[in-house]
């Protein structure tokens, strides 16, 4: 069945692939099994589609996602049996389109990381009304893209896809390879050519294909979705691409997550990094399902996006008034961030400015800082991203658009380990001396 949409698909090219696919896929849609999830559905128009390997709307070229046949019934009950699944993301497995049984199969189990209570990052914020750090340093290949690769996973099963691949700024690369390497895919993943050496490493080791691109991610993405369209990429699932309203199915289980590990509680206030904004958006989705469900009191929340200075598309246009998220050329230590057009900016400025939240930004010394202030503080060591995340929470504060007042989660997606260059050239030894107690009393070090 996907041989033969992607065999149209090729023909026709990229924009009327979704119309061919569909027609192809209608019959074989009953022997997709991907759980509760039903339908496609277009963000923006509303018409729906068989489950199959699209991703955009063959009426208005709108962004499909998933829709669902979502559990009614008691609140209690659901919960109770999220409560006793496993420690980690298939626990929500009734509200992910993954088939019933998918946590017997081969894959790398992410999720339910910890959320910390950072009440020393608190104390230096002025935060008082509680203030959670949500660590997905934790995951398998130590950022969050292991959520969104293993819901892309069980769609590239069930669609018959052979290969995984993605266009990645670095941390899905490693996902994608290492997800792989554990499912039985062949993988072959796209990078630009200049990321961080502990990303290409991470994306090199688990011994699939790893191609450098020589240009930005931008150009790697569009390079990417060239290939979907043609025989070289046949039978190929690109996890952010073909196979990306799954894929950003995913994020919804940091939402999950939060609330749950709140005691079945919405945060008041997230504050969630900004790349191409599906993390964002889908966070938002999960909230909003909690809400219908019942699995939660239906209150407000406020979504905050946080972007890098030298990569700000969507911060400029919040900042604007706009609504249209103009590309940016990226520039910016915060390399797992650097989309300069990302696919989901204008939906991200929807959710910020219908919940009340903000967008904002901080240049790179700030980001510096802000790993630096989690680490001293909270003893968590985040990536670039991470300290985007809580150098923008800092400048929320200062700017009176985040209450301090009000529970706050922040997130942090990603490790330092993998971002070492971004602090080594500001961090280092306090002291290098000869193995001697009088050199240690030299350097003026002891309490
Ligand atoms: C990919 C990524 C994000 C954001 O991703 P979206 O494209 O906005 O969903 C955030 N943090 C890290 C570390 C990432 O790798």
Redesign the pocket.
């Known amino acids: 069945m996907a041989k033969c949409a992607m065999g149209k698909m090729r023909r026709k090219g990229l924009a009327i692939m979704a119309v061919h696919t569909v027609d192809t896929v209608a019959n074989a849609s009953s022997t997709v099994n991907l759980g509760p999830a039903v339908a496609l559905s277009c963000r923006e128009c509303g018409e729906r589609f068989d489950l199959g390997p699209i991703f955009a709307c063959a009426l208005c070229f709108g962004p499909l996602e998933v829709a669902y046949d979502l559990p009614t019934g008691d609140p209690e009950a659901l919960r109770a049996q999220i409560e006793a699944g496993p420690d980690n993301i298939w626990r929500y497995a009734p509200l992910l389109p993954v088939p019933a049984n998918v946590a017997e199969k081969p894959n790398l189990n992410p999720g339910f990381t910890k959320l910390v209570k950072a009440d020393n990052l608190a104390r230096e914020l002025g935060v008082t009304g509680g203030l959670y750090v949500k660590d997905d340093s934790g995951n398998p290949t130590h ?3 292991d959520r969104v690769v293993a819901i892309a996973v069980e769609a590239a099963r069930a669609f018959g896809f052979t290969t995984l691949s993605c266009s990645s ?4 690369a490693g996902a994608v390879g290492a997800a792989a390497a554990r499912a039985g895919f062949r993988s072959c993943v796209f990078i630009p050519h200049d990321l961080e050496q502990g990303k290409v490493v991470m994306a090199a080791v688990y011994g699939g294909e790893l191609v450098g691109i020589e240009g930005n991610y931008d150009d790697v993405n569009r390079f990417c979705s060239e290939l979907i369209g043609d025989p070289l990429g046949e039978g190929w699932g690109f996890v952010n691409v073909n196979l990306r309203p799954y894929y950003g199915e995913g ?1 919804k289980t940091l939402a999950y997550e939060i609330c749950e590990q709140l005691g079945w509680k919405l945060p008041d206030q997230i504050v969630i ?8 958006t889908k966070i938002d989705k999960g909230l909003q399902e909690l809400i219908k469900l019942g699995l939660v009191e239906d209150r407000p929340y406020k979504i905050f996006g946080a972007q890098a200075e030298g990569c700000s598309p969507v911060s400029t246009a919040f900042k604007a008034g706009h609504d249209v998220v103009r590309p940016q050329k990226p520039n910016t230590i915060a390399k ?2 650097a ?1 300069g057009n990302p696919a989901d900016g204008p939906y991200v400025l929807d959710i910020a400015r219908r919940t009340g939240g903000a967008v904002e930004d901080v240049n790179d010394e700030q980001v510096v800082d802000a790993i630096k202030l989690l680490a001293r503080t909270e003893g968590i060591f985040a ?1 670039t ?1 991470g300290g985007v995340t809580v150098g923008v929470t800092r400048k929320l504060i200062e700017n009176g658009l985040l209450d301090p007042a009000l529970t706050t989660v922040v997130l942090n ?2 490790d330092g380990l993998k971002t070492l260059d971004a602090v080594a050239p500001t961090t280092g030894p306090t002291a290098t001396i000869r193995p001697s107690l009088d050199a240690f009393r030299d350097a003026g070090l002891a309490h």
């Open positions: 950022s969050f893209k700024t670095g941390n899905l994020s990094p900004i790349a191409s904004g599906s993390q964002l797992s961030l989309i990536e991203a997606t990603g």
